[in-house]
């Protein structure tokens, strides 16, 4: 009753270490989470102040390059295509080449942004151009857009068209004077140019921000036209989730109908930012909740270990109670009955001098495999080796054990082969021997023949031990050498057993620098197999 409180009280206390090793991990989840949607939190601050840094550099971008195309391209060439129109001898074919050979520095420098010069006559309504007449779509995309700056002032400068024919963007800067309508096609490919003549001035961001160390190169710029088509890009350490696109909208009259991508290397993001561009943490807090889990986790397992040692200890000291109970009592019924001078004959004398002798050896035998097994455990025994011929100590070992089974109808053959020596412990050879024989004895039929046997193979001494009995399967072969293990069937049958016996085994021959295991014999039963080193 006593040792059922203490097993119920250490499995209760067991739970509540489960639970709260459970909670912890909860715990350190939890936790975990909250690290991560912080770390979360802080970079996605951090990426929306790059973003915003971003969008202050497209926006710088959209006015230096509207200004430096609309103010020193659009409009000194527009100027001059108006005044040409007003002279007698109007627009022609030549009047592209005078204007990029005239002495007017910058006007030369407007002209590469000319493709073709256009007037519209709009008296007659003929469309005419310097050079060769594009194709006939374009032609009547065009005067169909030039309708729509009709009523264009004469003092409102220029008008730029944008517009997209056959899947190409295309551009047309217009004029006007009290009878003509005048422009050019804009070059879209010398617009990269100017863009980076524009840029190239000094740095996108302000001084002031980054120390006034981030220059250009840190920086992303693509800008495309209105059909998608780059024209112009600055740096290649682009990251699209930190980049943010505005289009170039009406800025200067709306130079270029297009949209500019820009985005900060996060490299340069600690100048920007204290403590830069926070790394993603998720990986170091997966490993740590993973490490976390796996310690918990062992934990659990060793709880768990700890509670079913604690069961088959249990389980032990109710078979050592048992095996002992039972030695005793018969000690103590035929001592009492010798004391009370109750035998009828010198016969029953004798016989009952024979069992009190049988028992108490039986009972020798298991107190000292309970020694030995706590000797082992706890590391203090020590053997004394000695060379000693193996057959004399088997022989020696078999009329001791024929005394244990005195009455019984089993039968022990030995095959010992001479001349085998090794290096042992007597009494601990002895006690393998005696744990082989008691389990061949204790687990075989009633009747049975249990051969003992020793021969030399090569530098290994082989013991065999074999019974009659229904065998190991082959799935517990190993485990039965464990402590405090049995098998299934054998707790089930009236059998008693310690689950020791074997686990000395196993200790002592390890010890003797020898193995031990178990085999079907040739009857089916089991043959337990002991392998020394000979001299």
């Not at 140019?193 to 302000?206: D, M, S």
């Not at 985005?263 to 993603?280: E, K, W």
């Not at 060379?387 to 244990?404: D, V």
Request: glycine share 8%; net charge positive.
């Amino acid at each position: 009753m006593l040792y059922s409180r203490c097993l119920n009280f250490r499995h209760s206390r067991t739970t509540l270490i489960v639970l709260l090793l459970v909670v912890s991990l909860g715990s350190a989840g939890v936790l975990a989470w909250e690290a991560y949607y912080e770390a979360v939190s802080h970079r996605t601050a951090a990426e929306n102040v790059l973003r915003d840094y971003g969008s202050l550099i497209a926006d710088e971008v959209i006015r230096r390059t509207s200004a430096e195309v609309g103010y020193y391209g659009y409009y000194p060439l527009i100027i001059a295509l108006a005044r040409k129109a007003q002279q007698p001898s109007g627009i022609d074919s030549n009047t592209l080449s005078t204007l990029a050979s005239g002495p007017d520095q910058d006007l030369r420098r407007a002209t590469t942004l000319a493709r073709n010069l256009f007037w519209l006559d709009r008296d007659s309504g003929n469309l005419h151009f310097a050079g060769a007449a594009p194709a006939g779509d374009v032609v009547s995309g065009l005067k169909e857009r030039l309708r729509s700056v009709a009523s264009l002032s004469e003092d409102a400068g220029y008008r730029v068209i944008h517009t997209t024919i056959g899947g190409k963007s295309q551009i047309f800067v217009v004029t006007k004077d009290q009878a003509t309508l005048a422009g050019f096609e804009v070059d879209l490919s010398s617009l990269a140019t100017w863009f980076k003549t524009a840029l190239g001035r000094r740095p996108l961001l302000p001084p002031s921000l980054g120390k006034g160390q981030i220059t250009n190169a840190a920086v992303h710029i693509s800008v495309r036209d209105q059909s998608g088509v780059e024209r112009f890009r600055l740096g290649d350490r682009h990251r699209p989730d930190l980049g943010v696109v505005k289009p170039f909208g009406e800025m200067n009259r709306g130079v270029f109908s297009g949209s500019v991508e820009a985005s900060i290397d996060p490299n340069v993001a600690g100048l920007l930012l204290i403590g830069g561009l926070p790394r993603s943490r998720l990986p170091a807090l997966l490993g740590l909740l993973a490490i976390t889990t796996g310690l918990i986790m062992a934990a659990i397992l060793q709880l768990r270990r700890e509670m079913a040692l604690q069961q088959l200890r249990g389980e032990f000291v109710s078979s050592v109670s048992h095996e002992l109970r039972t030695p005793l009592t018969q000690i103590r019924m035929f001592a009492e009955t010798l004391r009370l001078d109750r035998i009828r004959s010198t016969e029953e004398r004798r016989r009952s001098l024979e069992i009190i002798d049988r028992e108490a050896r039986r009972l020798s035998h298991l107190v000292e495999n309970v020694l030995r097994f706590s000797r082992a455990e706890r590391r203090i025994d020590e053997l004394a080796c000695d060379k000693r011929e193996l057959a004399p100590l088997i022989s020696e070992a078999l009329a001791g054990f024929e005394l244990l089974i005195a009455g019984s109808e089993i039968i022990l053959e030995a095959r010992l082969a001479g001349g085998v020596t090794a290096m042992v412990d007597s009494d601990s050879f002895r006690q393998v021997l005696l744990n082989l024989l008691d389990n061949a004895v204790k687990y075989g039929p009633l009747r049975q023949r249990v051969l003992v046997g020793l021969e030399a193979r090569g530098r290994v001494a082989r013991i065999l031990v074999e019974d009659e009995g229904p065998g190991i399967p082959p799935g517990e072969r190993k485990r039965i050498f464990e402590r405090f293990q049995r098998l299934d069937r054998d707790r089930r049958s009236a059998v008693a057993g310690t689950g020791i016996g074997l686990s000395v085994v196993k200790d002592l021959v390890t010890r003797h620098g020898g193995q031990c295991f178990v085999e079907e014999a040739a009857s089916g039963g089991a043959r337990f197999v002991v392998e020394l080193p000979t001299l």
